[in-house]
């Protein structure tokens, strides 16, 4: 007969079960978490692997692979502050782990720090020199970072599909090789004549001097896209752009006709219209373009710049305060805003919204020269010539960055510095490098903006 335990001993008993095997079970329990998570990624569970892979870092924190897996599935569900925070503190223990320099590199390329993004990545080694994925971005930081021959290096090992070779063409295009934007497109377009890969050719003539076949090639995306808003604004601006301004409001028409509500189309009209000095018409279409969409800033934009042209900057002022609101990020309304306030006489609001527009765009020449010349009118000699070097170093042509900054270095006495600027100021001026006026910046900004607002 079974002795009869009792309940004191019992749970002494359940106690030491519960206890001594401990190390054993923690074991087990962190390896049945780790492999939870990776059978859950691989029926993409994301969710439920983060949980997983937590666990098993919580219960074993040395264990490598759980924490790699943890930041890697934080970064796929798009929390990529987390993920890059973990991958970071992987690096402080294993310096030279790959998987970590990579996405910490991925992580330095989306704040657009190409040069710690090119640190990392390089380090990642096959991690990103061998992933079609990843090739793309690596092309890019070599470009950003004027690294020639990086570039060489991965030019020709970049994935062959259609959307990779768009990308790089106008990533190419971006960074001054125009000719090889053009050959890559050239070829792309035997396969796959859609109507952006002709807007990029077109834009790759033009910048190789070939207005004629530029021409040509925006025909052509006028044909293939069936007239939509895109190529309709890409054709007319470069038409406009090589003072054809008859021909551009001719395609405009053509456009309105097929799309007679199209606030991107009566915002370019009204652009065009006011380039050819009909103040009163081009604020009208611009007022009927907000009508249609009035969450979308650019109108507003326009419509404030062209009252700023005509002398009303407070009206201007508070229009481009308008578009601010709809926009609080956009680098282009506070910069707007800023030569709104300094035209109105107001240098502190000026400088306040061309800070924060410098900030959110750090590589805008045209805002930092507007930021310089803030500083100027209100006094604060030195961070002007701080912010105007910046200008000119991002634009060595930069009309009012050169202008302004030669005046800055003669009011504090750097007499030579100030002849060698105006100089070349005034070199760039006999070559015919006008300065845009605001409206043709907006009708810049225009041509680059996404039709889907």
Sequence with gaps: MPSIIDKKMLRHLILLLLVLPAGLRSQEDWRQSYEAGLAQVQSNQLAAAKISFAKAVSANPGFLPARKNLATVLWFLDEREASEKAFREILKTHPAEKTAHLYVGLAEYGRRR??????????????????????????????????????????????????????????????????????????????????????????????????EKALAAYRQALEVGHHSEQACVSASGFALGHGNAEYALEIIGRCLADRPRSAMLLLMKGLVTA???????????????????????????????????????????????????????DSTALYLLGTGYSRGGNQLKAIAALEKATALAPGDARIQAGLGQAYATDGQTQKAIAALEKATKLDPHLPQALYQLGIAYRKIGRAEEARRVLARFQADKDKGRAEESEMVQILKVIGRAPVNR
């Design 114 to 211: 190409y040069a710690a993004a090119k640190t990392h990545l390089l380090q990642s080694g096959d991690l990103a020199d061998s992933n079609p994925e990843v090739l793309p971005i690596l092309a890019e930081v070599y470009l950003a970072t004027s690294d020639d021959r990086g570039w060489q290096a991965v030019r020709t090992r970049l994935p062959s599909d259609a959307a990779t070779q768009l990308r790089v063409a106008r990533l190419a295009l971006e960074y001054g090789k125009a000719s090889e934007a053009k050959e890559r497109l050239e070829k792309l377009l035997k396969d796959d004549p859609r109507e952006e890969v002709w807007l990029t050719l077109a834009e790759a003539e033009d910048r190789l001097q070939a207005p």
């Design 275 to 329: 380039q050819r000095g009909d103040r009163g018409a081009a604020e009208q279409l611009f007022s009927e373009a907000m009508a249609i969409d009035p969450k979308w800033p650019l109108p507003l934009l326009a419509l404030g710049v062209s009252q700023l042209e005509g002398g009303g900057a407070e009206a201007a002022t508070a229009t481009f305060a308008k578009a601010s609101t709809l926009a609080p990020n």
